[in-house]
């Protein structure tokens, strides 16, 4: 069974720093690794897809790295704002064939950016 | 198109009613999912559809729930009898199968329930 989880809980800086947020994943044979932001009482909102034989995509101050065979993926904000306040979650789809199509989420990382 | 529609966005209900959700994907999309969600938890898978075939559904969805996808258009997710343990959010979220954004999930704004 797919576990994922997110390191820290919470996390509080202030406005300009940059920052890392982690995922990992118990099992290794994922067809992909997804970042997604959430706000309270939101759907929540599509960063990043790594393919499985991707290493890293970027999107504006994101970048979101995937380690498959250590179960670890990252996401770097660079430049933190008061508007990148929010919950980030990530999410990995697979394993195997028989778990394709099925994601499995953490619980995220509830992040403040002070101003 | 402006994304994956959900209606009703908040359902109030009486224990042991049956409710019952929609949720629209984007267009050109195959594959369509539904999520449960609870307050400090990620979303929880519940099943997901390619067209109109439903693929995988956890074993965490009692009898109670269904879900149906006709025509491979939008999808509903039903709820029998409910129970207070059913209070979450319900998020839908769609994808397209292959490419190079292949399988990224697009999510709707969530339907928020709350049983009496």
């Known amino acids: 069974k797919q576990e994922v989880t997110q390191i820290p809980a919470a996390l509080s800086v202030p406005e300009g720093e940059n920052l890392v947020l982690n995922c990992s994943f118990t099992d290794s044979a994922i067809y992909n690794l997804q970042w997604f932001r959430q706000d309270p009482g939101k759907g929540l909102t599509s960063l990043l897809l790594i393919q499985s034989s991707q290493r890293e995509q970027t999107s504006g101050r994101l970048n979101a790295s995937l380690d498959k065979s250590s179960g670890r993926s990252t996401l770097y904000i660079a430049a933190s704002q008061p508007g990148d306040s929010a919950t980030y979650l990530c999410?990995?789809?697979?394993?195997?064939?028989?778990?394709?199509?099925?994601?499995?989420f953490g619980d995220g990382t509830t992040l403040t950016v002070k101003p | 198109d402006t994304g994956v529609s959900q209606d009703p966005r908040h359902k109030i209900t009486k224990r042991g009613q049956n409710v019952t959700f929609r949720c629209d994907p984007i267009s050109e999309h195959n594959r369509l999912y539904w999520y449960r969600q609870t307050l400090g938890q990620g979303p929880e898978f519940l099943t997901y559809?390619?067209?109109?075939?439903?693929?995988?559904k956890s074993r965490l969805l009692s009898d109670r729930f269904s879900a149906e996808r006709p025509k491979g258009s939008f999808s509903t997710l039903e709820i029998q009898r409910t129970e207070q343990g059913d209070s979450a959010m319900y998020l839908c979220?769609?994808?397209?199968?292959?490419?190079?954004?292949?399988?990224?999930?697009?999510f709707g704004p969530g339907t928020r329930l709350t049983v009496l």
């Open positions: 979220a769609s994808s397209r199968v292959g490419g190079t954004s292949g399988g990224e999930q697009f």
């Open positions: 559809f390619q067209n109109e075939a439903q693929l995988e």
């Open positions: 999410a990995v789809e697979g394993p195997g064939d028989t778990n394709a199509g099925k994601s499995t």
